[in-house]
């Protein structure tokens, strides 16, 4: 299951040990760059020399690294902090080869490259088997750090602020957005510098520079995010019909197995299930499953009865459908995503009677995107 090009020495405890540490703050790049066939691929793709007068973006990465690494604020971080931010400026534009394109006006883009980064260094280090915290905070700054350079040209900065504190640290944020700004050679470099200045202080005027903003309670939370005009101060009355627990993670990793356990006497949507009793492969149009499973739900959702929603869910655009039933019928949610690592998830895919091929779980963990504290009323994740 592991990618060819993935070297599976890659570790955790190698990944911290890469990190510089003072008196002398020197990044080992004879070290670093032959990690992963990723980074080498930087030094070749080309940037818009408007934006980055410095070259290739190899070039650049370097570049915002050393800016960080001197940046007396990231040194004073925390250790868990100071290392997961220097290993997002590592891969911060790990996205952009995928996605470079010369445009027809000898223009060089790189749209979308946030998030593709973001999905590329999760990949990379769930293989290492960096912890999820660190990992998810990591690739949070990657897949929005871009925000903190045009934040305050939006027309409600306030709102897409604590949006974002939900999403990744904001203060880390805009330091990494710095470092960014620093690494590149262009000629709006200050104006840059200026916004994020501007970005930081939006977030502070927001409440939630340090951290998420702070909501009354979960069903604030949830509604702020669901609803555009959301008062974030308002406290939202919480009087749920059921509680639906919906099961998250790629297929092997004991979903069924969790839920047995700890909701053993909740009825149960399984797609699995459906799918078998349907005669529908995994591999066949979902259309019918998909139908059949939200009738089922409703059924219980009429009732008010509390069940457990079990299916892969590994995206955010999957799971919307689910939580847009649920909350239609005024469910309290609490999603549960269970991860292993790489070797534990061969081996218990292996043993199952009906096993998913490697190849259909390679595409699920490119696309993984395991669910964020803004989706319900509570997630819990399971180790």
């Known amino acids: 299951m592991m990618r060819k090009h993935m070297k599976p020495t890659v570790t955790h405890d190698h990944l911290l040990f890469l990190v510089p540490i003072g008196p002398l703050w020197r990044t ?5 760059w032959p990690l992963w066939s990723e980074l080498a691929t930087l030094d070749a793709c080309p940037q818009d020399p408007i934006h980055h007068a410095e070259g290739d973006v190899g070039t650049h990465t370097r570049l915002v690294v050393e800016a960080l690494v001197a940046d007396p604020d990231w040194q004073n971080l925390q250790h868990d902090d100071r290392t997961y931010m220097f290993w997002a400026a590592v891969l911060h534009d790990v996205g952009k080869p995928p996605v470079t394109k010369h445009e027809d006006d000898g223009r060089i883009s790189s749209r979308g490259h946030s998030r593709v980064g973001a999905s590329i ?3 990379l280090l769930w293989h290492a088997g960096s912890p999820f915290a660190w990992r998810e905070a990591l690739c949070g700054i990657i897949a929005h750090h871009q925000l903190p350079f045009w934040l305050i040209e939006r027309p409600d900065p306030a709102r897409l602020a604590i949006e974002t504190s939900w999403r990744c640290r904001p203060d880390d944020l805009c330091m990494h957005a710095k470092a960014d700004a620093l690494g590149r050679v262009c000629q709006d470099q200050q104006v840059i510098l200026e916004s994020v200045s501007l970005a930081a202080m939006t977030f502070q005027d927001a409440g939630c520079l ?3 903003f702070a909501f009354a309670n979960d069903e604030s939370r949830v509604a702020y995010f669901d609803l555009e005009d959301r008062d974030p101060h308002y406290q939202a009355h919480e009087d749920f019909k059921c509680t639906v627990t919906v099961m998250s993670g790629l297929p092997g990793v004991g979903k069924d197995t969790w839920a047995a356990q700890h909701r053993p006497d909740h009825p149960m949507v399984s797609l699995d299930l459906i799918r078998d009793e349907l005669g529908v492969s995994a591999t066949d149009n979902q259309g019918q499953v998909i139908q059949a499973a939200h009738e089922r739900a409703r059924e219980f959702l009429r009732a008010g009865t509390d069940f457990v929603w079990n299916a892969t869910n590994v995206t ?3 799971r919307s459908k689910v939580l847009r039933l649920l909350r239609d019928y005024g469910a309290r949610v609490e999603i549960v995503y269970v991860e292993v690592n790489p070797d534990q998830l061969r081996r218990q895919n292996r043993n199952r009677p009906d096993a998913v091929p490697d190849a259909v779980i390679d595409h699920l963990v490119r696309k993984l995107e395991p669910p964020e504290m ?10």
């Open 210 to 212: 340090h951290g998420p």
């Open 28 to 32: 080992d790049w004879t070290a670093i």
């Open 316 to 318: 955010r655009q999957n």
């Open 374 to 383: 803004w989706e319900a009323q509570k997630i819990s994740v399971v180790p």
């Open 121 to 123: 260094a999760r990949e």
